[in-house]
């Protein structure tokens, strides 16, 4: 009976101090991270266009995934749409190069609603042209483990979310160049030495 009761609360105070571990802090993986943008363009296609050079931070806690938190930025003139003539469109003052505008994106996370096993709601203060509004993204988490290159801990997510380009002050042909906008991102994150 005794040797019960010490095996069971060695058992409760291993779980208890992995249930306490640490939150750990990746670096995100800037070669492995890209954000893709597409418009409705006055109905007659899909435009599509990415942003990439994201870094930041994700401090991930495997044990209680809510209690994470993500710091990301980029630079606007990593804008890149496949056509030289649009891309110095967006860099003009009626678009991103605007007097005052910011030359970075930020995006830092105000809270994660988890929603499945690996799907959460990333809310957060997106900075944008300046302006910094409230974005919700949808997020799995496709793998985490040991990368088989790097043997390293390493994370992978997909997101999405819907942004109205008005309220950044990029509203330029708006509604007939469609004023929402719908992302996709893709990171993946390595442990931070």
């Not at 994201?54 to 991930?60: L, V």
């Amino acid at each position: 009976m005794l040797k019960t009761v010490l095996t069971s609360a060695a058992a409760l105070t291993a779980f208890a101090g992995a249930a306490l571990a640490a939150p750990e802090e990746y670096t995100i993986d800037t070669s492995h991270a890209q954000i893709v943008f597409s418009y409705d363009h006055l109905g007659f296609s899909t435009t599509t266009g990415m942003f990439g050079d994201i870094t930041g931070t994700i401090t991930f806690d495997a044990e209680d995934p809510a209690a994470s938190s993500v710091n990301a930025t980029f630079p606007v003139a990593s804008l890149l749409t496949g056509f030289q003539g649009r891309d110095e469109h967006f860099a003009s003052p009626d678009f991103f190069g605007a007097e005052g505008a910011a030359p970075e994106v930020t995006f830092v996370s105000t809270g994660i609603e988890v929603t499945g096993e690996n799907t959460a709601l990333i809310t957060g203060d997106l900075t944008l042209n300046g302006v910094t509004q409230e974005v919700v993204l949808d997020t799995v988490l496709n793998q985490q483990g040991t990368h088989p290159m790097e043997q390293k801990p390493w994370l992978g997510f997909d997101a999405t979310t819907t942004l109205t380009r008005s309220e950044w002050n990029l509203g330029m042909f708006a509604p007939a160049v469609s004023d929402e906008v719908e992302v996709s991102i893709s990171i993946e994150a390595m442990q931070a030495d």
